[in-house]
T-cell receptor, first 111, second 108 residues
Framework: NAGVTQTPKFQVLKTGQSMTLQCAQD?????MSWYRQDPGMGLRLIHY???????DQGEVPNGYNVSRSTTEDFPLRLLSAAPSQTSVYFC??????????FGPGTRLTVT | GQQVMQIPQYQHVQEGEDFTTYCNSS?????IQWYKQRPGGHPVFLIQ?????EVKKQKRLTFQFGEAKKNSSLHITATQTTDVGTYFC????????FGTGTSLTVIP
């Protein structure tokens, strides 16, 4: 199993550009989530999904969209990038009531 | 809103010393999880605590969940250089709320 994969690993955007961060898992987990990690602020939940076709907002959803058309994929879309969205983004998945498996992360810089 | 605070933010210890990080929630949690993140890496799940007053051990690591299910701690006995990293708690109520993390440096 590849676990949780994320692409790209690094990305530089200009303010106002849009892009999609990809996340996929091959463990058949129903729950998937997106976090951003900023220095001194830990991990903050952006959006999560408890199964295909179901998504919900986390703590910091503004400026981000998600969709969950399949169990495997959970892309995160930045609508109009802003410098405040410069961060490290982690995707995670879990099975039932157990811990989350995190992907390797995407380092995003918005200039 | 929901807040999960973690202290200290940083901790430097000599190898062989003990280390403790504390996690406090503003509201009652259904359960709590602990994660470790090595420098440049991603968080890795360590353990989940569910019951009030629960204590679990993993080798040199001891995890506790408070009686009121609003606080938790992670204690490492006799730290080693392999313990270096940031330790996060994650409180779970209707969704996950991660603490701000404690960065542990172990001086050989």
């Amino acid at each position: 199993n590849a676990g949780v994969t994320q692409t790209p690993k690094f990305q530089v955007l200009k303010t106002g550009q849009s892009m999609t961060l990809q996340c996929a898992q091959d463990m058949n987990h129903e729950y998937m989530s997106w976090y951003r990690q900023d220095p001194g602020m830990g991990l903050r939940l952006i959006h999560y999904s408890v199964g295909a076709g179901i998504t919900d907002q986390g703590e910091v959803p503004n400026g981000y969209n998600v969709s969950r058309s399949t169990t495997e994929d959970f892309p995160l879309r930045l609508l109009s990038a802003a410098p405040s969205q410069t961060s490290v983004y982690f995707c995670a998945s879990k099975d039932g009531g157990l811990g989350q498996y995190f992907g390797p992360g995407t380092r995003l810089t918005v200039t | 809103g929901q807040q999960v605070m973690q202290i200290p933010q940083y901790q430097h210890v000599q190898e062989g010393e003990d280390f403790t990080t504390y996690c406090n929630s503003s509201t009652t949690l259904s359960n709590i999880q602990w994660y470790k993140q090595r420098p440049g890496g991603h968080p890795v799940f360590l353990i989940q605590l569910v019951k009030s007053g629960e204590v679990k051990k993993q080798k040199r690591l001891t995890f506790q969940f408070g009686e009121a299910k609003k606080n938790s701690s992670l204690h490492i006995t006799a730290t080693q250089t392999t313990d270096v990293g940031t330790y996060f708690c994650a409180g779970i109520s209707n969704q996950f709320y991660f603490g701000t993390g404690t960065s542990l440096t172990v001086i050989p």
